[in-house]
C-alpha cells in the first residue's frame, strides 16, 4: 500500500501551458505540503495544508496554486508554465503540524 | 536565518569502512532534527528525529547524534545498498517548516 502517492510522475509541456499534479495520502495525516526540488536537489517547502487550511505560503509566484478538497488530497496546480519550473515536485504528510514528514514518490516537471 | 549545511558534499566508502557525516544547525529554539534517505528517482525516506542535545537513535548500521549546534550520522561497516543521498532537516520555530540541508551524497564500493 502506497502511503504518499503522487500522479503523474513525469510531466512533459511547453511554456505557457498549465498542468496539475495530484496527491494523495491514506496514513490518516492532517498536514499535507509541497516541497519543490531543484537540480541541485536542494529540498525547498513552498505550501503546507493542515485540515484543509492553508498554513505556509512561501515567496512561490502565484501561478502555482494548491488545492486541498480533502484532508487526504492534496493538488498543485500551475498556470503559465515557466523554464524556470523545471524540477521535481513532492508531496509530502505528518501527522500534525510538528514531527516527520513522509514523502511521495515525486513528480518530475519539465518544461520545453 | 536559520539555516543547515552539511558536510561533506560526496563521501565514497570501502564497503565496511566506518565514517560520519555532519549536519551544522543554525536556528533559534530547535524544535526538532531529521534525518532523511533519499535514493535516485525517490522520495527522501524518512529515518530518525532527534529533539534535544545528548539524544541518540539507531537503525542498523546507522546511528544519529545530536549536540546544540551539530547532528552526525554514523554509518558501521557500511554496504553497497547504503549508497544514498543523506539529508539533514530542522525544524523552525516560528513556522515549523523543515529547512533542508543540501544532503551527502554517499557511495559504498564492494
Known amino acids: 500500500d502506497t502511503a504518499v502517492s503522487q500522479t503523474p510522475k513525469y510531466l512533459v509541456t511547453q511554456m505557457g501551458n498549465d498542468k496539475s499534479i495530484k496527491c494523495e495520502q491514506n496514513?490518516?495525516?492532517?498536514?499535507m505540503y509541497w516541497y519543490k526540488q531543484d537540480s541541485k536537489k536542494f529540498l525547498k517547502i513552498m505550501f503546507s495544508y493542515n485540515n484543509k487550511e492553508l498554513i505556509i505560503n512561501e515567496t512561490v509566484p502565484n501561478r502555482f496554486s494548491p488545492k486541498s478538497p480533502d484532508k487526504a488530497h492534496l493538488n498543485l496546480h500551475i498556470n503559465s508554465l515557466e523554464l524556470g519550473d523545471s524540477a521535481v515536485y513532492f508531496c509530502?504528510?505528518?501527522?500534525?503540524?510538528?514531527?516527520?514528514?513522509?514523502f511521495g514518490p515525486g513528480t518530475r516537471l519539465t518544461v520545453t | 536565518e536559520d539555516q543547515v549545511t552539511q558536510s561533506p558534499e560526496a563521501l565514497r566508502l570501502q564497503e565496511g569502512e566506518s565514517s560520519s557525516l555532519n549536519c551544522s544547525y543554525t536556528?533559534?529554539?530547535?524544535?526538532?532534527l531529521f534525518w532523511y534517505r533519499q535514493d535516485p528517482g525517490k522520495g527522501p525516506e524518512f529515518l530518525f528525529t532527534l529533539y534535544s542535545a545528548g539524544e541518540e537513535k539507531e537503525k542498523e548500521r546507522l546511528k544519529a547524534t545530536l549536540t546544540k549546534k551539530e547532528s552526525f550520522l554514523h554509518i558501521t561497516a557500511p554496504k553497497p545498498e547504503d549508497s544514498a543521498t543523506y539529508l539533514c532537516?530542522?525544524?523552525?520555530?516560528?513556522?515549523?517548516?523543515?529547512?533542508f540541508g543540501t544532503g551527502t551524497r554517499l557511495q559504498v564500493f564492494p
Open positions: 536556528v533559534s529554539g530547535l524544535r526538532g
Open positions: 496514513l490518516g495525516h492532517d498536514t
Open positions: 509530502a504528510s505528518s501527522p500534525g503540524l510538528r514531527g516527520e514528514q513522509y
Open positions: 532537516a530542522v525544524q523552525a520555530p516560528n513556522t515549523d517548516k523543515l529547512i
